[in-house]
């Protein structure tokens, strides 16, 4: 998977998340997946929860970044 790829994928999904801070932790997981899919990444592969995972914790560090 190319790393260049996904950072505008999880800039898209930073800038969903400080727009509508009531949608819930759901709907980013939602997102995450949609993302990912639309790389064309498999979801039944193994590359696909590797891709989650990581536009996950990135959106985590991103929303925790103000707190340090």
Do not use: H, K, W, Y
Not at 25 to 49: H, K, N, T, V
């Amino acid at each position: 998977m190319n790393p260049l790829r996904v950072l505008p994928l999880a800039a898209v999904l930073m800038c969903a998340a400080a727009c509508a801070p009531g949608q819930g932790q759901m709907q980013l997981a939602q997102q995450e997946r949609r993302s990912c899919a639309e790389l064309g990444i498999d979801p039944g592969s193994a590359d696909f929860g590797t891709c989650v995972g990581n536009l996950d914790a990135t959106m985590f560090e991103q929303s925790n970044a103000a707190a340090r």
